[in-house]
């Protein structure tokens, strides 16, 4: 299986909470990242955190990880159609300074 | 901070032309950069490494000779798709980071999208 897996769609209503989960392989990945890709652009970094960590906060964003299942969310609150876009989650392996990315989260967000 | 720019955004052009794609990192030295692919609904294939000074470091099935990658400072890398042809046509997304730290996380440039008619 992939190394980084992601559920393609999430299909929230305006207002509500977003979560979008991923999980990945490798114990010993030392970063776990957020990426938003816009349609026809890069992509822009959201949040990461740190493998040492539960929990990271920052404004409508809460990453959540739990090492032992390898599980990694983000949360929207209050998502706005501007949150529309595809979301990755990458990990940083160990050892590595290349992270690997999931095929990413389609959000779509209706009034 | 930490602004990557990507240069064109869009090409369209003959089967067989040469594009060269820049990627410049506007505010900070990027000792490495990184040239990715993405397909329609699919994720980023890492094409190679480009290191500043040295020579791009390939992924596996990745043409070293057709996608010709120079990393001649620290604030540009460029990419040519040498002779390309439709199969090459793909929308190309470069990333620098400072240097091998781990949680320097890599910063994209917004993309080319590269159609060969």
């Known amino acids: 299986g992939e190394d980084v897996e992601q559920s393609l769609f999430l299909s929230v209503r305006e207002g509500d909470s977003s979560v979008i989960n991923c999980t990945y392989t490798?114990?010993?990945?030392?970063?776990l990242y957020w990426y938003k890709q816009e349609p026809g652009a890069g992509l822009q970094l959201l949040t990461y955190?740190?493998?040492?960590?539960d929990m990271k906060q920052d404004q409508r964003l809460t990453v959540l990880l739990n090492k032992k299942d390898k599980h990694l969310s983000l949360r929207i609150a209050d998502t706005q159609t501007g949150d529309s876009a595809i979301y990755f989650c990458?990990?940083?392996?160990?050892?590595?300074?290349?992270?690997?990315f999931g095929r990413g989260t389609s959000l779509i967000v209706h009034p | 901070g930490a602004v990557v720019s990507q240069h064109p955004s869009w090409v369209i052009c003959k089967s067989g032309t040469s594009v060269k794609i820049e990627c410049r990192s506007l505010?900070?030295?990027?000792?490495?950069m990184f040239w990715y692919r993405q397909f329609p609904k699919q994720s980023l294939m890492l094409m190679a490494t480009?290191?500043?000074?040295?020579?791009?470091?390939?992924e596996q099935g990745v043409e070293k000779d057709k996608f010709l990658i120079n990393h001649a400072s620290l604030t540009l890398s460029t990419l040519t798709v040498t002779s390309a042809h439709p199969e090459d046509s793909s929308f190309y997304i470069c990333?620098?980071?400072?240097?091998?730290?781990?949680?320097?996380?890599?910063?994209f440039g917004d993309g080319t999208r590269l159609s060969i008619l």
């Open positions: 480009s290191n500043e000074g040295s020579k791009a470091t390939y």
């Open positions: 990333s620098a980071r400072v240097d091998r730290v781990a949680n320097q996380p890599q910063h």
């Open positions: 505010d900070f030295q990027a000792t490495t």
């Open positions: 490798d114990s010993s990945s030392t970063y």
């Open positions: 955190i740190f493998s040492n960590m």
């Open positions: 990458a990990e940083m392996k160990g050892g590595s300074y290349i992270p690997t």
